[in-house]
């Protein structure tokens, strides 16, 4: 892919160009390939919380931030789900949307290329928001926007993260991480239904710190 990958976005091109080479590869993957949604524990995870809860997935609107290649929301419009899920790659929207044609899911997701950030997002709106190994990436508007996605949930919707924590490699700008202690008391009154961290050895002297949770808000009646 040349000219224009991105918008404008606070991460460094470098990194973006990173993750612009891995979407631009699957482009050429088989329609196969890209018709099989590998989701992580993460969205596993959600998924318990929605059935034991009986959340209809048919009637939920749901938001994804930094979808990345869209297989998590191709996943929950799959499910029934209706989402919007923003990236600001140009190849990951390409890549993400060609997913959601393969699958017949256009009438259910909607792929929008922009800055996750910078841009309202309605009060209490969205019965899940996502945000998975990516609002790190917005620095000193990593925690007021998460702030913003967590508002955006309804009562008694879910809020999803996942997020890097120490250990982990210096980058320049440092990436805002939002420890456990953090995380947890930003969802202070919210049930958890799925937490942990992690520590992966990536390659040999990169080791990497990761948290998740799996919140539900409280509802009205609780
Ligand atoms: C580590 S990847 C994670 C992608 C996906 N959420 C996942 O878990 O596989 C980070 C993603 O954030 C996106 N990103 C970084 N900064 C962004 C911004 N300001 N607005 C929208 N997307 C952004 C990148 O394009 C990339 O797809």
């Known amino acids: 892919m040349t ?3 991105h918008v404008r976005v606070a991460a460094p091109k470098k990194w973006m160009d990173g ?16 018709s099989q949604l590998n989701v992580g524990s993460r969205i596993q995870q959600l998924e318990h919380a929605l059935a034991i ?28 789900c209706r989402l919007v899920a923003v990236d600001a790659l140009v190849s990951a929207i390409a ?3 060609k997913r959601a044609n393969i699958l017949n899911l256009n009438e259910n997701v909607e792929f929008r290329l922009d800055d996750m950030d910078g841009w309202p997002i309605e009060l209490e709106s969205y019965n899940v928001v996502i945000a998975l190994q990516c609002l790190q990436y917005l ?4 925690v007021p ?25 210096d980058t320049d700008p440092p990436i805002r991480f939002i420890d456990e202690e953090e ?12 937490f942990g961290t992690e520590e992966r050895i990536m390659k040999p002297g990169d080791k990497r710190g990761y948290v998740w949770i799996v919140a539900r808000k409280p509802g009205l009646d609780e």
């Not at 993750?19 to 890209?34: H, P, T, V």
């Not at 995380?183 to 799925?194: A, F, P, Q, Y």
Request: charged share 20%.
């Open 3 to 5: 000219g224009h990958t």
């Open 139 to 142: 620095f000193d508007r990593t």
């Open 19 to 34: 993750w612009d080479k891995i979407y631009s590869q699957m482009l050429s993957a088989s329609d196969e390939e890209l």
């Open 53 to 80: 809860t009986e959340s209809d997935a048919k009637n939920m609107d749901v938001l994804e931030l930094g979808c990345g290649y869209g297989s998590v929301s191709c996943y929950l419009a799959k499910m029934g």
């Open 145 to 169: 926007r998460m702030r913003e996605a967590v508002a955006a949930v309804k009562p008694g919707g879910f809020f999803v993260y996942s997020g890097n924590i120490l250990p982990h490699f």
């Open 183 to 194: 995380l947890k008391s930003e969802l202070e009154g919210w049930t958890i239904h799925g």
């Open 95 to 97: 890549v993400a949307q």
